[in-house]
Nanobody, 128 residues
Framework: QVQLVESGGGLVQAGGSLRLSCVASVRTFSSYTMGWFRQAPGKEREFVAAAKWTVGTRYYSDSVKGRFTISRDNAKNTVSLQMNSLKPEDTAVYYC?????????????????????WGQGTQVTVSS
């Protein structure tokens, strides 16, 4: 059973930065696709960013592109999300997700249904 534990959420002013981390309890972390999603109150869970095991292959939603950076440290079973220039609309619970596979089409990385395992979530609140 894969367990994902997020940390790093909190309250920050607009324009500020936060760094989220997720540690995965899995033997073959390097073979997993790792992603970040978020869910605001009353809204559906939405894709934020994903990182294939392949170095340099990253995906971002249009709303965070240029502001957020996903990275992974396979030696530490960790995936991180550096969030800069935060906006009030970034306020949400952020979830780490993992899938024990890669996909031939990039569109799959944006789907909630493409990920098998989820963390408990960490709250990010951006004040205006």
């Amino acid at each position: 059973q894969v367990q994902l534990v997020e940390s790093g959420g909190g309250l920050v002013q607009a324009g500020g930065s936060l760094r989220l981390s997720c540690v995965a309890s899995v033997r073959t972390f390097s073979s997993y696709t790792m992603g970040w999603f978020r869910q605001a109150p009353g809204k559906e869970r939405e894709f934020v960013a994903a990182a294939k095991w392949t170095v340099g292959t990253r995906y971002y939603s249009d709303s965070v592109k240029g502001r957020f950076t996903i990275s992974r440290d396979n030696a530490k079973n960790t995936v991180s999300l550096q969030m800069n220039s935060l906006k009030p609309e970034d306020t949400a619970v952020y979830y780490c997700a993992a899938a024990p596979r890669t996909y031939g089409s990039s569109s799959y990385y944006y789907l909630v249904s493409s990920y098998d395992y989820w963390g408990q979530g960490t709250q990010v609140t951006v004040s205006s």
